[in-house]
């Protein structure tokens, strides 16, 4: 079972993938088939691409594909992030801009949200919804 979810807590696009062992009773006898002991650690996943950001912005419903990449450079203009070869590197900043939304407004990092709001802004512009004005 995991005991710490190092970065997986941050980061919501994997699935941890403990298996669950049938429940047994104290003192009930079981057959051992094959006892192992193994140490492990989490590891990051692998770096993204810039290509595979834009996938995953598209599967969660970020952006459209004429605005996708506009949101990346603004990101990487904003230091949140670098591109080192084919890949994407998190800056220090975004780290700390993930870690003070995560912490103060945790529901702001779910991509789901993300994509919410981004619909309810579309609505908005299509005149489908109206802007209510506050007193």
């Not at 047994?24 to 950001?53: F, G, H, R």
């Not at 603004?74 to 084919?86: I, L």
Request: overall charge positive; some cysteine; proline content about 6%.
């Amino acid at each position: 079972m995991l005991k710490d979810a190092g970065w997986l807590e941050v980061y919501p696009f994997e699935n941890k993938k403990d298996k669950l062992l049938p429940f047994v009773e104290e003192k009930e006898k079981v057959d051992v088939k094959k006892l192992s002991n193994t140490k492990s650690k989490t590891s990051p996943p692998k770096k993204l691409t810039e290509a595979e950001l834009l996938t995953l912005m598209d599967k969660h419903g970020i952006g459209t594909k004429a605005t996708a990449p506009t949101h990346i450079e603004t990101n990487k203009k904003r230091g949140y992030f670098e591109n080192k070869g084919k890949t994407i590197s998190i800056l220090d900043t975004g780290f700390t801009l993930m870690e003070g939304l995560s912490l103060s407004v945790p529901i702001l990092v779910r991509p789901d949200i993300r994509s919410k709001i981004e619909a309810l802004i579309q609505e908005v512009e299509d005149g489908k919804k109206r802007v209510r004005s506050c007193p």
